[in-house]
């Protein structure tokens, strides 16, 4: 078992920037890729990102690719994305998700999920 639980989220002007954290308990951390999804009213969830055990490779959708980062720590059990040059279209929930295996953009590939961190982007 692996539990997630999202920080960092909240209102910011366009143009700006937040960084989210996800922080894991349970499972051996760097046993697990990492996604961030998130889901904005009315719309589905969609793939941000997601980055593989050791960090060493990322995949990032194209609507945030330049804008969005990836990375981890895994002696502190973290991961983190680093949202900049933030847009209105980018307000959702944001989730993290552990995958035991692979690294994957489907979220139905990922075995475990946090509750989500909501994120405003105001124009």
């Known amino acids: 078992q692996v539990q997630l639980v999202e920080s960092g989220g909240g209102l910011v002007q366009a143009g700006g920037s937040l960084r989210l954290s996800c922080a894991a308990s349970?499972?051996?951390?760097?046993?697990?890729?990492m996604g961030w999804f998130r889901q904005a009213p009315g719309k589905e969830r969609e793939f941000v990102g997601c980055i593989s055990r050791s960090g060493g490779r990322t995949i990032y959708a194209e609507s945030v690719k330049d804008r969005f980062t990836i990375f981890r720590d895994n002696a502190k059990n973290t991961v983190y994305l680093q949202m900049n040059s933030l847009r209105p279209e980018d307000t959702a929930v944001y989730y993290c998700?552990?995958?035991?295996?692979?690294?994957?953009?489907?979220?139905?590939?990922?075995?475990?999920w946090g509750q989500g961190t909501q994120v405003t982007v105001s124009s």
């Open positions: 349970g499972r051996t951390f760097n046993d697990n890729a």
């Open positions: 998700a552990a995958a035991t295996y692979g690294l994957w953009t489907s979220g139905s590939r990922y075995d475990y």
